[in-house]
């Protein structure tokens, strides 16, 4: 065979080698996406699922379950109906995708895009998802039968917008993370940690039952050493000029109530114990623990016979006898903090 003839079986043979090379690259690449992804290495995320014979998942991050978990909280505190919590996410997600965002239209700022031009009240206390989430309720609450209003209408008498249409559209994901964090659907609702389960720092006990009275009210933790009085409304609530009354989310201090009751000074354990009568109150408790459990640093999470733990986020709420968690005899929602060692 001439070298002529040859070479392009040659060129021939190096092209089926590369393209061979090439493929089990990007069957390597898959499966390291796939894996970073569905496991506990991938990126945190929060995940809701439908029900029915063909589920679907809805997915959104951390910091906007959290969002989303406030909003329900305070609806929760003010006894309102699941309607009412569905028109606040909605509206929410349409507004600003529940970021907690320091910019919009002309003044607009937070979840719900408030202007403190228009009397929601000032920058501060706007950016306060409680402070915000209770303003968006006590304008709703003033419509005559908003709970039987189509969506559309009831979240445009609230918020005046120019695309008042555009809030139907969020009305089928709203509606699937209320029924979870309202309690109504067990085991719902599920955060994965990222990497390594979590960042490795410590959680404080203070801090999560501060934040527990002050988005579900005083008698979230019912004769317990950690119960407070809700802060006061407006700057105050917010810690102008740093003095007690500092509340807020992850603010790396201890956080005081005034009037007694909490201080940074008292016993910082690991585990905190919220007690709850039977029924979807341990669930609503349960799934808000899980929406926080980043930014709270929340290592587990155990209620009735189901269990949450930031080293295997990935697989939702096991079976309690699975873990070492110990069984919930009393009915008690659970929440063990990370201790950072």
Not at 74 to 85: H, K, N, T
Not at 119 to 139: A, M, N
Request: aromatic content about 6%; overall charge neutral; hydrophobic content about 35%.
């Amino acid at each position: 065979m001439s070298p002529s003839e040859s070479s392009p079986q040659k060129s021939r043979a190096r092209g089926l080698r590369i393209a061979a090379a090439s493929t089990v690259l990007l069957v390597i690449a898959g499966y390291v996406a796939t894996q970073y992804v569905t496991s506990s290495t991938g990126p945190a995320r929060c995940i809701v699922r439908t029900a029915g014979e063909k589920p679907e998942d809805y997915e959104i991050k951390p910091e906007q379950a959290a969002n989303a978990a406030t909003i329900t909280a305070v609806a929760s505190q003010r006894g309102l109906p699941e309607r009412a919590v569905t028109i606040a996410l909605a509206t929410a997600m349409q507004e600003s995708a529940l970021r907690n965002i320091e910019h919009g239209d002309r003044d607009s700022l937070g979840l719900f895009q408030q202007r403190p031009s228009q009397g929601w009240g000032t920058e501060r206390q706007i950016q306060d998802p409680v402070y915000s989430s209770g303003k968006f309720y006590d304008h709703l609450v003033q419509i005559p039968g908003y709970s039987r209003l189509p969506l559309t209408v009831a979240a445009q008498r609230v918020q005046r917008s120019g695309f008042p249409q555009a809030y139907a559209k969020h009305e089928t994901h709203a509606s699937l993370l209320t029924a979870a964090l309202t309690g109504r659907r067990a085991a719902a609702f599920n955060c994965t940690t990222g990497p390594a389960g979590g960042d490795g720092k410590a959680g404080s006990a203070t801090q999560l039952r501060a934040r527990l009275v002050r988005e579900f009210g005083t008698g979230v933790l019912p004769g317990q050493k950690g119960d407070a009085p809700a802060p006061p409304a407006g700057d105050a609530a917010l810690g102008e000029g740093g003095g007690p009354g500092t509340y807020g989310r992850d603010t790396g201090e201890d956080v005081l109530a005034t009037g007694g009751g909490l201080r940074a000074a008292d016993d910082d354990s690991s585990l905190v114990t919220i007690p709850v009568r039977p029924g979807r109150r341990g669930w609503e408790l349960a799934h808000w623990a899980v929406a926080n459990a980043s930014d709270m640093h929340i290592e587990q999470i155990s209620y009735r016979n189901r269990v949450w733990d930031a080293s295997s986020s990935e697989e939702g709420w096991r079976p309690l006898e699975d873990s070492d968690g110990g069984a919930n005899g009393d009915g008690s929602v659970r929440v063990r903090l990370a201790t950072g060692k």
